[in-house]
């Protein structure tokens, strides 16, 4: 993990931001809403998003939504630390099965 980053819940500001990133890495990103971002996380450098992972829930079960880190930031661990705090985020929730 860098020292350098950041990694933080989505807010509803960062809508356009989160679809923009995941646009680029030609992810699904037009259904996005606000409330959408409640199970979203960002990682920011330099409070510039550069990363995001969403986790979309039904009920006990869940599945990885999207996970997508800028070009320029790539290789460096970034993913991989989204993909478990949103696996801890998962058993926060009581997700059973992910």
Known sequence: MTADISYVSAVPSELGEVRRIL???????????????????????????IGVAGLETFGTIAMVRSLAVEAAFRGRGIGSELLLRIESLARNLRVDDL
């Open 23 to 49: 646009r680029s890495a030609e992810l699904p990103h037009a259904d996005l809403t606000p409330a959408s971002l409640e199970t979203f996380l960002c990682a920011k450098s330099d409070s510039c998003l």
